[in-house]
């Protein structure tokens, strides 16, 4: 059985802390991995999809790096703002024709 | 682009009654999926489908529960008969698959309660 770890399940910080969580994912058979943002009452959508070892991706004040030998990705917001509350949910992906195996977040809650 | 269109939005529905949930992937999406999330459980893949073609049901709790894809455009997921586990919210995700370059487009889910 494939387990996709995040941690940690929920987060309180204040407007304009900086912020990281983590997702642990196996290190063998690894073929991509995704971060998805799902804001309550929405449908999750995707932010970054990483396939390679040492990978970093950013998209205005969320980057993310990855680990494949280890097995781990971060995910980075600098200075958070109240609307980046969101449940931040990663995916693995173990090979070309495997499905995506979520992890069940980490919830965020940037208080102003 | 409308996006991944699912419907209803939401069901109410009483134990025992057949419960079908609609999904419209993206046109040009090759792949469909069916995700269930549970407070327990976060979201679980039920099924997915390539080109049209169940490739893994594996997900798919019990034999109370099919889903057929009868072209590209369109995708079934049905329930019979309903039970109170099964609520739950059920989302319908598409996606181009070439390896794993493109993240996947999720519909607004469907909010399902069988009382």
């Known amino acids: ?112 | 682009d409308a996006g991944v269109i699912q419907s209803p939005r939401h069901e109410v529905t009483e134990m025992g009654q057949e419960v079908t949930l609609r999904c419209k992937p993206i046109s040009g999406h090759n792949s469909l999926f069916w995700y269930r999330q549970t407070m327990m459980r976060g979201l679980e893949l039920l099924i997915y489908f390539n080109n049209n073609v169940p490739i893994d049901d594996s997900g798919m709790p019990e034999d109370r529960f099919s889903a057929k894809m009868p072209n590209a455009s369109f995708s079934t997921l049905k329930i019979q008969p309903s039970e109170p586990r099964d609520s739950a919210v059920y989302f319908c995700a598409s996606s181009l698959i070439r390896g794993a370059w493109y993240g996947y487009t999720f519909g607004s889910g469907t909010r399902l309660t069988v009382v």
Request: aromatic letters at 12%; a positive charge; hydrophobic letters at 30%.
């Open chain 1, 1 to 112: 059985i494939l387990n996709v770890e995040q941690s940690p399940q929920s987060l309180h910080v204040q407007e304009g802390d900086s912020t990281n969580f983590t997702c642990s994912f196996p290190s063998s058979n690894f073929y991509a991995l995704h971060w998805y943002r799902w804001e309550t009452a929405k449908s999750p959508e995707a932010l970054f999809v990483m396939t390679l070892n040492g990978d970093e991706k950013k998209k205005g004040r969320i980057s993310a790096t990855l680990n494949t030998k280890e097995g781990y990705s971060y995910l980075y917001i600098k200075g958070s703002q109240p609307e980046d509350s969101a449940t931040y949910l990663c995916a693995f992906k173990g090979g070309s024709q495997g499905n995506l195996i979520f992890g069940k977040g980490t919830k965020l809650s940037v208080k102003p």
